[in-house]
């Protein structure tokens, strides 16, 4: 155990990927389903990917875990590539594209964009592993290369073909080339008040592409091909013991293993003190601090999910929710904790609740974007992603910041039809961009104002 805990950053995170993709791997094979794991694993890989897809309903219980393993294996190997150097950054694109491994995500449709990386670093004489983030970040556009590749330009299943092959290849091709610059830019926009910040290049790549692919070349109105959020129908659940088991299974071993590293609560306590504003967890607190959150953390965002659940008197659980628990869990090693998270949380359920009365006072019926409605669950993902807000300017602020998140979220998929899976933190990086000015003008950090108070 003193070897894991004075290992290097580097060589600690990619023990900690391959068990974490491994665990996914052995689930497939215990799920009872697991007779037909290819066959659904077939389905995946040929199946609509846009955000309102749900793996378990398209492929099966082992077929989606396997698709998740597979991701991260994929995604281990490479930050495994010559000049890879795993950090923070990296953490949060490989859990990322795990979770999204449930709802969007394949071994398929990640090819073309990562070979635009791979040309972006031909052309730029770059080593292929210091890209190896960027690479992981531009599948956050995989749904477009999925329908290019199998549907357009129709709106149903074509299948393998020349066009939909060389379509998918040149767009995956000039996404991949120019997302590297996008991702060195982004933080400039939001000044890492959002974690999520490969949303802002890929979202807006996403939306550009939609108009020109679908509007102006197809006269496809929004309605056609959006998958927007605030209009889920009824999804088939998934077995609340499956997916609960596995997490509580997975984050509790977490927690066992930080504690045999030699991680003390007060160990811990100093690491949930951070504001979480441009940190490296793995750098600043050491591996086993970093495994504890992963594993305390986990917990954390599952039992507000069931607690979610248990308000809305739903099974909330899906292929989708279940991927955003690890989607949510990616920033685990960037700056987000508990003490920093809760007030999100909070704000997201203060503002549905308010929202709800004022719908019903208005005349409504039914109001749909309840705390456990899909729609809600997935945003709350990414507006996590706003956490160093809390973590800075105080949980007062975090729940503003959840709350605007809230108003916001469901709409912004008609800014990309679907085709972008960070959707939400695209929606978190216009939350920055309304919020953050204000705060700087408006408002003293928890830092300036203890300050003050030393100095009266």
Same mark, same amino acid.
């Given at each position: 155990?003193?070897?894991?805990?004075?290992?290097?950053?580097?060589?600690?995170?990619?023990?900690?990927?391959?068990?974490?993709?491994?665990?996914?791997?052995?689930?497939?094979?215990?799920?009872?389903?697991?007779?037909?794991?290819?066959?659904?694993?077939?389905?995946?890989?040929?199946?609509?990917?846009?955000?309102?897809?749900?793996?378990?309903?398209?492929?099966?219980?082992?077929?989606?875990?396997?698709?998740m393993g597979l991701v991260g294996l994929f995604c281990t190997l490479l930050c495994c590539l010559p000049g890879a150097k795993p950090n923070n950054v990296t953490t949060l694109g490989v859990l990322l594209t795990i979770g999204f491994g449930s709802w969007g995500i394949n071994p398929l449709n990640m090819i073309p964009t990562i070979l635009g990386v791979c040309l972006y670093c031909l052309v730029k004489k770059e080593k292929l592993g210091a890209m190896s983030n960027a690479m992981m970040y531009s599948t956050g556009i995989a749904p477009l290369i999925s329908e290019l590749l199998l549907r357009y330009p129709a709106a149903e299943y074509i299948g393998f073909n020349w066009l939909g092959l060389v379509l998918a290849l040149f767009v995956g091709?000039?996404?991949?080339?120019?997302?590297?610059?996008?991702?060195?830019?982004?933080?400039?926009?939001?000044?890492?008040?959002?974690?999520?910040?490969?949303?802002?290049?890929?979202?807006?790549?996403?939306? @550009? =592409?939609?108009?020109? %692919?679908?509007?102006? $070349?197809? &006269?496809?109105?929004? !309605?056609?091909?959006?998958?927007?959020? /605030?209009?889920?129908?009824?999804?088939?659940?998934?077995?609340?013991?499956?997916?609960?088991?596995?997490?509580?299974?997975?984050?509790?071993?977490?927690?066992?293993?930080?504690?045999?590293?030699?991680?003390?609560?007060?160990?811990?306590?100093?690491?949930?003190?951070?504001?979480?504003?441009?940190?490296?967890?793995?750098?600043?607190?050491?591996?086993?601090?970093?495994?504890?959150?992963?594993?305390?953390?986990?917990?954390?965002?599952?039992?507000?999910?069931?607690?979610?659940?248990?308000?809305?008197?739903?099974?909330?659980?899906?292929?989708?929710?279940?991927?955003?628990?690890?989607?949510?869990?990616?920033?685990?090693?960037?700056?987000?904790?508990?003490?920093?998270?809760?007030?999100?949380?909070?704000?997201?359920?203060?503002?549905? @609740? =308010?929202?709800?009365? %004022?719908?019903?006072? $208005?005349? &409504?019926?039914?109001? !749909?974007?309840?705390?456990?409605?899909? /729609?809600?669950?997935?945003?709350?993902?990414?507006?996590?992603?706003?956490?160093?807000?809390?973590?800075?300017?105080?949980?007062?602020?975090?729940?503003?910041?959840?709350?605007?998140?809230?108003?916001?979220?469901?709409?912004?998929?008609?800014?990309?039809?679907?085709?972008?899976?960070?959707?939400?933190?695209?929606?978190?990086?216009?939350?920055?961009?309304?919020?953050?000015?204000?705060?700087?003008?408006?408002?003293?950090?928890?830092?300036?104002?203890?300050?003050?108070?030393?100095?009266?």
């Amino acid at each position: 155990m003193k070897k894991l805990k004075n290992m290097p950053e580097s060589g600690f995170l990619r023990i900690f990927f391959l068990f974490i993709s491994w665990c996914f791997i052995i689930a497939a094979f215990c799920m009872p389903d697991r007779a037909q794991m290819l066959t659904g694993f077939g389905k995946i890989l040929t199946g609509t990917c846009k955000i309102s897809t749900n793996y378990f309903e398209l492929g099966g219980y082992a077929a989606t875990f396997l698709n998740m393993g597979l991701v991260g294996l994929f995604c281990t190997l490479l930050c495994c590539l010559p000049g890879a150097k795993p950090n923070n950054v990296t953490t949060l694109g490989v859990l990322l594209t795990i979770g999204f491994g449930s709802w969007g995500i394949n071994p398929l449709n990640m090819i073309p964009t990562i070979l635009g990386v791979c040309l972006y670093c031909l052309v730029k004489k770059e080593k292929l592993g210091a890209m190896s983030n960027a690479m992981m970040y531009s599948t956050g556009i995989a749904p477009l290369i999925s329908e290019l590749l199998l549907r357009y330009p129709a709106a149903e299943y074509i299948g393998f073909n020349w066009l939909g092959l060389v379509l998918a290849l040149f767009v995956g091709l000039i996404i991949g080339f120019f997302l590297p610059a996008g991702l060195a830019h982004a933080p400039n926009i939001h000044k890492g008040y959002d974690h999520y910040s490969a949303a802002v290049p890929i979202g807006f790549t996403a939306f @550009f =592409l939609r108009v020109v %692919l679908y509007n102006v $070349l197809l &006269g496809w109105k929004i !309605g056609d091909i959006g998958a927007n959020l /605030s209009t889920l129908g009824a999804m088939a659940t998934a077995s609340w013991a499956r997916t609960n088991i596995f997490c509580i299974v997975v984050f509790a071993f977490c927690i066992l293993l930080a504690f045999l590293m030699g991680c003390k609560p007060k160990d811990y306590w100093n690491l949930m003190k951070d504001p979480g504003h441009g940190v490296s967890f793995t750098t600043k607190y050491g591996n086993a601090p970093f495994l504890m959150n992963v594993g305390v953390f986990g917990l954390m965002i599952l039992a507000y999910f069931n607690l979610a659940a248990a308000i809305d008197g739903t099974n909330i659980w899906t292929g989708m929710t279940f991927g955003i628990v690890f989607c949510m869990l990616a920033t685990c090693n960037s700056g987000s904790h508990p003490r920093n998270v809760w007030p999100i949380m909070a704000g997201y359920m203060i503002t549905s @609740f =308010l929202f709800g009365w %004022l719908f019903k006072l $208005l005349g &409504g019926e039914s109001y !749909g974007l309840t705390i456990g409605s899909q /729609s809600i669950l997935i945003g709350l993902c990414y507006a996590n992603g706003l956490s160093p807000i809390s973590g800075k300017y105080g949980f007062g602020y975090g729940i503003l910041a959840g709350g605007l998140h809230y108003l916001l979220v469901s709409a912004v998929p008609d800014l990309h039809g679907g085709f972008c899976l960070y959707n939400g933190g695209l929606t978190a990086a216009l939350i920055c961009l309304l919020l953050v000015p204000q705060l700087e003008k408006f408002c003293k950090t928890k830092e300036e104002r203890k300050l003050a108070k030393v100095t009266k």
